[in-house]
T-cell receptor, first 117, second 117 residues
């Protein structure tokens, strides 16, 4: 069975400091990994994904994430946080593609990021 | 915006009412999803449709009835709901895995905030 853990409910960081939002996963075989962000009263917005290739993935708004297979982690990072980055962040995983059909995404419970000016 | 629209954005209904949520995607996708997002709980996948055929029903009560008349439209019909059904209902769409090498990322609508009295 697939699962995702986001160990922190809340992350606080000062504006201008680097931020990290943690995610670990469990899946049979190779994973597809995603990060989404949700602003208040909005749907989930895609940030970045890892499918294959370079372990460091760059996404929208200066975010990046590093796939670490040995630690089964996919932490989200940004070198310099902005107040506007304050939102709810979701990590998601699914097993690598089957020949047909769709394997549903499994989402973590979310981490609330608060960037303080 | 992501190309996935949902109406209405807000809905208040009594337990004896019947209402429908609508989702439309303008991305040329062939898979559509309904999720439920409740406070303090992980995102819950409710239904998956691939090419208008339902492929996933995660033990959702029968008071929720999905309908997918074509690959661009998805409905969620609601009747005799309970107060615990109050939540944000999110629609998403994606390409089917392996479909012509398409991007398989799920894109979300803004959601319908439902309150059941």
């Amino acid at each position: 069975a697939q699962s995702v853990a986001q160990p922190e409910d809340q992350v606080n960081v000062a504006e201008g400091n680097p931020l990290t939002v943690k995610c670990t996963y469990s899946v049979s075989g190779n994973p597809y990994l995603f990060w989404y962000v949700q602003y208040p009263n909005r749907g989930l917005q895609f940030l970045l994904k890892y499918i294959t290739g370079d372990n460091l993935v760059k996404g929208s708004y200066g975010f990046e994430a590093e796939f670490n297979k040995s630690q089964t982690s996919f932490h989200l990072k940004k070198p310099s946080a902005l107040v506007s980055d304050s939102a709810l962040y979701f990590c998601a995983v699914r097993a690598a593609a089957e020949i047909s059909g769709n394997t549903p995404l499994v989402f973590g419970k979310g981490t609330r990021l608060s960037v303080i000016a | 915006e992501t190309g996935v629209t949902q109406t209405p954005r807000h809905l208040v209904m009594g337990m004896t009412n019947k209402k429908s949520l609508k989702c439309e995607q303008h991305l040329g996708h062939n898979a559509m999803y309904w999720y439920k997002q409740s406070a303090k709980k992980p995102l819950e996948l409710m239904f998956v449709y691939n090419f208008k055929e339902q492929t996933e029903n995660n033990s959702v009560p029968s008071r929720f009835s999905p309908e997918c008349p074509n690959s661009s439209h998805l409905f969620l019909h609601l009747h005799t709901l309970q107060p615990e059904d109050s939540a944000l209902y999110l629609c998403a769409s994606s390409h089917l895995i392996g479909w012509a090498g398409g991007d398989e990322t799920q894109y979300f609508g803004p959601g319908t905030r439902l309150l059941v009295l």
